[in-house]
Nanobody, 125 residues
Framework: VQLQASGGGLVQTGGSLRLSCEAS????????MAWFRRAPGKGREFVAS????????YYANAVKGRFTISRDVAKNTIYLQMNSLKPEDTAVYYC???????????????????WGQGTLVTVSS
């Protein structure tokens, strides 16, 4: 499956962005999907994930209450609605897919089978 992330850009503190990740090659509903990010000079970290059905979602503590992950099965697309953005949210955001939800390691990262190319989000102070 191929993943194409989009929607990144420059936004001011407190603003909002919506990222999209379109899957092709196989229906995205076959996979659990997730968003990760890598801030400048830091390692990759988990942001949010969603089950195949879309019934369950999970979030990193740093984004809980501000970000919402969702999926549109008909469009083979997942979204990450990001509100109340902070400068520390600045990062390259990656979507990922696998048969199971990500299992995080001690650094907050995970191995997923398929990855998108990343989209840059910059939050200015």
């Amino acid at each position: 499956v191929q993943l194409q992330a989009s929607g990144g850009g420059l936004v001011q503190t407190g603003g909002s962005l919506r990222l999209s990740c379109e899957a092709s090659g196989r229906t995205s509903s076959s996979y659990a999907m997730a968003w990760f990010r890598r801030a400048p000079g830091k390692g990759r970290e988990f942001v949010a994930s969603i089950t195949r059905s879309g019934d369950n979602t999970y979030y990193a503590n740093a984004v809980k209450g501000r970000f919402t992950i969702s999926r549109d099965v008909a469009k083979n697309t997942i979204y990450l609605q990001m509100n109340s953005l902070k400068p520390e949210d600045t990062a390259v955001y990656y979507c990922a897919a696998d048969l199971l939800l990500p299992v995080l390691d001690r650094l907050g990262d995970a191995q997923m089978k398929y990855w998108g190319q990343g989209t840059l989000v910059t939050v200015s102070s």
